[in-house]
Nanobody
Framework: QVQLVESGGGLVQAGGSLRLACAAS????????MGWFRQVPGKEREFVAA????????YYADSVKDRFTISRDDAKNTVYLQMNSLKPEDTAVYYC?????????????????WGQGAQVTVSS
Protein backbone atom coordinates (compact mmCIF):
# COMPACT_ATOMS: atom_id res chain seq x y z
CA GLN A 1 0.00 0.00 0.00
CA VAL A 2 1.36 3.39 -1.02
CA GLN A 3 0.81 6.48 1.09
CA LEU A 4 1.02 9.92 -0.50
CA VAL A 5 1.26 13.17 1.43
CA GLU A 6 1.06 16.55 -0.28
CA SER A 7 2.60 19.74 1.09
CA GLY A 8 3.30 23.26 -0.05
CA GLY A 9 -0.18 24.58 -0.61
CA GLY A 10 -1.28 28.00 0.57
CA LEU A 11 -2.45 31.47 -0.36
CA VAL A 12 -0.68 33.45 -3.07
CA GLN A 13 -1.46 36.52 -5.12
CA ALA A 14 -2.13 36.29 -8.83
CA GLY A 15 1.11 36.14 -10.76
CA GLY A 16 2.92 34.46 -7.90
CA SER A 17 4.41 30.99 -7.54
CA LEU A 18 4.03 27.94 -5.35
CA ARG A 19 5.68 24.55 -5.33
CA LEU A 20 3.74 21.50 -4.24
CA ALA A 21 5.50 18.37 -3.06
CA CYS A 22 4.12 14.87 -2.72
CA ALA A 23 6.07 12.41 -0.59
CA ALA A 24 5.46 8.71 -1.15
CA SER A 25 6.03 5.80 1.20
CA UNK A 26 5.20 2.12 1.34
CA UNK A 27 5.89 1.22 -2.26
CA UNK A 28 8.45 1.28 -5.04
CA UNK A 29 8.18 4.93 -5.99
CA UNK A 30 10.52 4.67 -8.96
CA UNK A 31 8.17 2.22 -10.69
CA UNK A 32 5.10 4.47 -10.57
CA UNK A 33 3.96 7.12 -12.95
CA MET A 34 2.80 10.13 -10.96
CA GLY A 35 0.11 12.69 -11.60
CA TRP A 36 -1.35 15.87 -10.21
CA PHE A 37 -5.06 16.64 -10.31
CA ARG A 38 -7.15 19.44 -8.92
CA GLN A 39 -10.74 19.85 -7.85
CA VAL A 40 -13.07 22.69 -6.91
CA PRO A 41 -16.37 22.16 -5.09
CA GLY A 42 -19.13 20.98 -7.38
CA LYS A 43 -16.80 20.02 -10.22
CA GLU A 44 -15.08 16.84 -11.30
CA ARG A 45 -11.46 16.20 -10.51
CA GLU A 46 -9.35 17.69 -13.30
CA PHE A 47 -6.05 16.47 -14.73
CA VAL A 48 -3.17 18.91 -14.30
CA ALA A 49 0.10 17.12 -15.07
CA ALA A 50 1.75 13.71 -15.11
CA UNK A 51 5.24 12.26 -15.30
CA UNK A 52 6.29 8.80 -16.37
CA UNK A 53 8.02 6.36 -14.04
CA UNK A 54 11.35 7.12 -15.72
CA UNK A 55 10.82 10.87 -15.68
CA UNK A 56 11.40 10.90 -19.41
CA UNK A 57 7.87 11.91 -20.36
CA UNK A 58 5.63 14.62 -19.01
CA TYR A 59 2.11 15.71 -19.89
CA TYR A 60 0.19 18.85 -19.05
CA ALA A 61 -3.33 20.12 -19.30
CA ASP A 62 -3.59 22.95 -21.81
CA SER A 63 -4.70 25.30 -19.05
CA VAL A 64 -1.38 24.97 -17.20
CA LYS A 65 1.08 24.34 -20.02
CA ASP A 66 4.06 26.71 -19.96
CA ARG A 67 3.19 27.77 -16.39
CA PHE A 68 3.44 24.53 -14.38
CA THR A 69 6.28 22.01 -14.29
CA ILE A 70 6.12 18.49 -12.90
CA SER A 71 9.29 16.73 -11.78
CA ARG A 72 10.34 13.84 -9.61
CA ASP A 73 13.22 12.95 -7.31
CA ASP A 74 13.34 9.19 -6.89
CA ALA A 75 16.05 9.45 -4.24
CA LYS A 76 13.55 11.35 -2.08
CA ASN A 77 10.44 9.46 -3.22
CA THR A 78 8.91 12.79 -4.05
CA VAL A 79 7.11 14.37 -6.98
CA TYR A 80 6.86 18.13 -7.35
CA LEU A 81 4.57 20.58 -9.10
CA GLN A 82 6.14 23.99 -9.66
CA MET A 83 3.36 26.49 -10.35
CA ASN A 84 4.27 29.89 -11.82
CA SER A 85 2.17 32.80 -13.06
CA LEU A 86 -0.71 31.62 -10.94
CA LYS A 87 -4.23 32.77 -11.77
CA PRO A 88 -7.36 32.93 -9.60
CA GLU A 89 -8.82 30.10 -11.68
CA ASP A 90 -6.00 27.85 -10.45
CA THR A 91 -7.62 27.92 -7.01
CA ALA A 92 -8.46 24.33 -6.05
CA VAL A 93 -7.52 21.40 -3.88
CA TYR A 94 -4.55 19.73 -5.55
CA TYR A 95 -4.10 15.97 -5.30
CA CYS A 96 -1.15 13.81 -6.23
CA UNK A 97 -1.69 10.27 -7.42
CA UNK A 98 0.37 7.19 -8.23
CA UNK A 99 -0.22 4.84 -11.14
CA UNK A 100 1.18 1.30 -11.26
CA UNK A 101 0.51 1.07 -14.99
CA UNK A 102 3.02 1.40 -17.77
CA UNK A 103 1.34 4.19 -19.71
CA UNK A 104 0.60 7.64 -18.33
CA UNK A 105 -3.04 8.24 -17.46
CA UNK A 106 -4.84 11.57 -17.63
CA UNK A 107 -8.07 10.34 -16.06
CA UNK A 108 -8.52 9.84 -12.30
CA UNK A 109 -9.64 6.25 -12.84
CA UNK A 110 -6.17 5.45 -14.17
CA UNK A 111 -4.53 6.00 -10.79
CA UNK A 112 -4.26 3.55 -7.93
CA UNK A 113 -3.28 5.69 -4.95
CA TRP A 114 -4.19 9.22 -3.89
CA GLY A 115 -3.02 11.79 -1.40
CA GLN A 116 -5.30 13.74 0.88
CA GLY A 117 -5.00 16.99 -1.07
CA ALA A 118 -3.51 20.43 -0.55
CA GLN A 119 -5.42 23.68 -0.83
CA VAL A 120 -4.10 26.29 -3.24
CA THR A 121 -5.80 29.67 -3.21
CA VAL A 122 -4.86 32.41 -5.67
CA SER A 123 -6.18 35.88 -4.86
CA SER A 124 -6.83 38.49 -7.52
Amino acid sequence: QVQLVESGGGLVQAGGSLRLACAASGGTFSSYSMGWFRQVPGKEREFVAAISWSGGSTYYADSVKDRFTISRDDAKNTVYLQMNSLKPEDTAVYYCAADRGITIATMPAGYDYWGQGAQVTVSS
